[in-house]
């Protein structure tokens, strides 16, 4: 970053919801929906048997009744696809008893032995309403839930069927409750897993899923921009120096060099998803996107940049030769995910249309629309000017397709 002022915008926070599906929605009925390919979804229940799905769990009764599955049990348990999906719409039913209940659609999930963790659109009818909520099933918990978004929190009824959309397409995913969006998160950790319906472990109770079906979209994956051995497909523009140590990108410069140090990638780059590890021994660095180069001027490049450094401000939009800070994380939320020392931090960028959001190690750090950043141009890793400092970064990836649609 450049010294300026430096103003505390609290900007941080997740997307405002849009208000309703431009689709027309699915009235709730007692009567199951026949489902048909020429939309371009694909059952996943054929309503007479678990064809293509199985329970990794030591419990848990499934049954078949009705052209329903329910789920039955006293612990909690998921019944899994078989097939494993990437970017795709799912459509599903969900019906849960009276009483205490939770349940929830698995996406991209992880599974193992009485195990299944990942992202999952929450079903929960309880007094606080965060049905179609986000939430990261046995690791980071809450990702996006719904506290004070009441036009969300209204749209689950729980004394019928209700309606499930869930698209994912690349790090983002959109999940709509009876036609109302109620969660539109970007998240870069998992890309590729099955599908699951959840019963929460409420003794007693079942759970009744109906009409699943999906549409195959293809699938994205990280592909690397630095091969680990040289600066092949990358520029240097001076000051500082730039070199390669065994896989790692080592930047360095000193107090007495006046100019930005600045590795540029050779590609321009409009909407992506980054993600990097990097070391900030010393000094202050960033990731530039969007971004354009300057002559005859010792900053030698113009635009936003994603904050490195060893302190508060790690993952915030500064915006060179113009607005200076942008936004600004919270402090005590970089400070609890900061890893310090010798240990290497992940950052992921992710930059589509006007929304611009940052992760650190996992965390969200902030998810901001910008209407007058631009939408194109470079992405170069920075040495600051007049500083003493080396930076490290490994693992840079951008998330691309890897497989289209079928």
């Known amino acids: 970053m450049d010294v300026a002022p430096r103003p505390r915008h609290h900007l941080v926070g997740l997307v405002l919801l849009a208000s309703l599906l431009t689709f027309p929605t699915q009235a709730a009925s007692d009567e199951p929906v026949q489902i048909t390919q020429e939309d371009g979804f694909t059952p996943l229940f054929d309503g007479k048997t678990t064809d293509g799905w199985y329970n990794p769990y030591e419990w848990g009764k499934v049954t078949v009744e009705e052209g329903e599955l329910r789920l039955t049990a006293n612990r909690k348990f998921f019944l899994v696809t078989r097939e494993r999906f990437g970017d795709f719409v799912f459509e599903g039913e969900v019906k849960v008893p009276d009483g205490p209940a939770n349940s929830g659609f698995m996406l991209r999930a992880i599974v193992g032995p009485n195990q299944v963790i990942g992202y999952q659109a929450e079903v929960d009818p309880s007094e606080r309403r965060w049905s179609g909520g986000l939430y990261d099933e046995g690791r980071r918990a ?15 009824d729980r004394t019928t069927w209700n309606h499930y ?3 994912c397409v690349g790090d983002h995913i959109k999940i709509y409750v009876n036609g109302v969006l109620t969660t539109d998160y970007r998240d870069p950790l998992d890309q590729y897993g099955p599908l699951a319906v959840q019963h929460h472990g409420e003794k007693g109770q079942t759970y009744r899923f109906r009409n699943l079906k999906v549409k195959r979209l ?3 994956g990280w592909t690397p921009i630095f091969d680990g051995r040289s600066l092949e497909g990358w520029t240097i523009q001076p000051g500082g120096s730039w070199r ?5 990108i080592v930047g360095e410069n000193n107090a007495e060099e006046p100019r930005h140090g600045l590795l540029v990638w050779n590609q321009p780059v409009e909407d992506f998803t ?7 021994v010393r000094g202050n660095s960033g990731v530039y996107f969007r971004s354009r180069l300057v002559e005859n001027d010792p900053v030698a490049i113009h635009g936003l940049q994603a904050e490195i450094d060893s302190s508060r401000d790690v993952g915030g939009l500064y915006e060179t030769g113009g607005r200076g800070w942008v936004v600004q994380p919270p402090e005590e939320l970089v400070a609890k995910h900061l ?15 006007e929304r611009i959001v940052t992760h650190l190690n996992g965390q969200l750090i902030i998810d901001h629309r910008d209407e007058s950043a631009p939408r194109r141009g470079v992405l170069a890793l920075q040495l600051h000017g007049g500083q003493t400092m080396r930076v490290e970064f490994k693992d840079l990836e951008m998330l691309t397709p890897v497989e289209h649609a079928r």
């Open 339 to 353: 890893k310090t020392g010798d240990a290497w931090n992940e950052l992921a960028i992710s930059a589509h249309g």
């Open 142 to 156: 809450w990702l996006h839930p719904l506290k004070d978004q009441a036009q969300a929190q209204a749209a689950f």
């Open 165 to 167: 959309r869930i698209e």
């Open 274 to 280: 980054l993600r990097l590890k990097f070391r900030a």
């Open 244 to 248: 390669v140590e065994d896989g790692v």
């Open 218 to 220: 293809g699938r994205h």
